[in-house]
């Protein structure tokens, strides 16, 4: 299965500011996402990271807010722009991996986000 | 018809019981029923998962029962273990969309 490092584990940030997340897979992978999970709660879906191109974002998520780049197949990176305290929550990278019906979802160690 | 009802919410379990998480779903276009075990301060990891052509997937201690009619499946763990303890997600998806997650169970085992 594909091994999925995420920096920073974790970080302490200030409200207004701006946070960088990078996704690196030890692997190259077709699909790349990037999910939000809040203390206690489910994964929701931000987007879906498309190699040299716009990420496709889903419902209540804009591209000013959560700014995705893919540059090749094994990286991506998310960042959570102009911070507030409802931005604190968990940020994960998940890859698609293998083809039909083999096809696995993987999620990597996460980033745990508090903003003050 | 995109949900996952996940059921329950918590569970508490004597050590060596069985624990059983139930999961229904409505879209009948599913066809890949993964569970993800999440340890406190970890990402999520796939345990165990199906697909519908087949009712039951064992792997050690963990199986999936599927009801296709019914539209249910569920997660079993024989003998469970303290190590157990962790926050399972049931998912469903199929090829062509995005893969949907239970609320999650939060399961505690007693030693």
């Known amino acids: 299965s594909a091994v999925i490092s995420q920096k920073p584990s974790r970080d302490i940030c200030q409200r207004g500011t701006s946070l960088t997340i990078q996704c690196q897979v030890d692997?190259?992978?077709?699909?790349m996402f990037w999910y939000r999970q809040q203390p206690g709660q489910s994964l929701t879906l931000i987007a879906t990271?498309?190699?040299?191109?716009?990420?496709?974002?889903e419902s209540g998520f804009v591209i000013d807010k959560f700014p995705i780049s893919r540059p090749n197949l094994t990286f991506s990176t998310l960042t959570v722009s102009n911070m507030s305290p409802e931005d604190s929550s968990i940020y994960l990278c998940?890859?698609?991996?293998?083809?039909?019906?083999?096809?696995?979802?993987?999620f990597g160690p996460g980033t745990r986000l508090l903003v003050l | 018809q995109q949900q996952v009802k996940q059921s329950p919410q918590s569970l508490i379990v004597q050590k060596g019981g069985i624990s059983i998480i139930n999961c229904a779903y409505e879209?009948?276009?599913?066809?890949?029923f993964p569970w993800y075990q999440q340890f406190p301060g970890k990402g999520p990891a796939l345990l165990i998962a199906?697909?519908?052509?087949?009712s039951e997937k064992k792997e050690g201690r963990f199986t999936i029962s599927f009801n296709k009619s019914a539209k249910q499946f569920s997660l079993h763990i024989m003998d469970s273990q303290p190590g157990d303890s962790a926050t399972y997600f049931c998912?469903?998806?199929?090829?062509?969309?995005?893969?949907?997650f239970g609320k999650g169970t939060r399961l505690h085992i007693l030693p």
């Open positions: 998940s890859v698609l991996e293998g083809a039909w019906i083999l096809e696995t979802q993987y």
């Open positions: 692997s190259q992978v077709t699909m």
């Open positions: 990271a498309n190699q040299g191109s716009e990420a496709t974002y």
């Open positions: 879209n009948t276009a599913f066809d890949y």
């Open positions: 199906i697909r519908p052509d087949v």
């Open positions: 998912a469903a998806s199929n090829r062509d969309d995005k893969i949907i």
